[in-house]
């Protein structure tokens, strides 16, 4: 039996030359967050056997896995975006003809930059306060807390470019006939 990968890998749909400017940020961002999945696993494996092998305690590792997950989802947002890969409702825009899931694609755009405006807005003020009043996390790790803050905001750029170039592909290169 012989796979013809070229019969059922997906048709790429064509990308604005901002796009795939803005897609290296979203990779890099995407790679930091796959490194971080692999520190992630290494806390727990290192938990794992300090525990059950070693009977000794890391007291540390919930602390730093926590902010590990937020920045992994953060920074991994934007790739998620451009690869069309996060959840989604559309029972009724399936059904609609090109030009309408067109005005749909473009909405959701903005949506998805209002919102990230929102939580960049916050974490901006978030990251200044923390960092002006020295604020420290209270865990084993009494890591200033701008740190790990940072990566939401850092997160929130990324994401806002990708919508961004999103809309300027769907208006230059994407619009229906």
């Not at 937020?70 to 996060?86: I, P, S, T």
Request: proline residues 3%; contains cysteine; aromatic residues 10%.
């Amino acid at each position: 039996m012989k796979l013809d990968l070229e019969d059922t890998a997906p048709e790429a749909l064509p990308v604005s030359g901002v796009e795939r400017a803005v897609r290296l940020v979203t990779l890099a961002g995407a790679g930091v967050a796959a490194l971080l999945v692999l520190i992630v696993f290494a806390v727990g494996a290192d938990c794992v056997f300090m525990r059950y092998v070693l009977g000794t305690a890391v007291t540390f590792s919930d602390e730093l896995n926590g902010f590990i997950v937020v920045a992994m989802v953060a920074l991994g947002a934007g790739e998620v975006l451009l690869r069309g890969e996060h959840f989604g409702v559309d029972l009724l825009t399936e059904r609609a003809g090109p030009r309408t899931q067109w005005l749909v694609d473009i909405w959701g755009m903005i949506g998805v930059i209002l919102v990230a405006a929102a939580v960049l807005y916050s974490a901006v003020l978030m990251v200044r306060f923390s960092y002006d009043f020295g604020i420290y996390s209270e865990g084993y790790l009494g890591v200033q807390m701008w740190i790990p803050q940072g990566f939401l905001l850092l997160g929130m750029v990324i994401l806002i470019l990708a919508a961004i170039a999103r809309i300027v592909t769907l208006l230059s290169v994407r619009r229906p006939c």
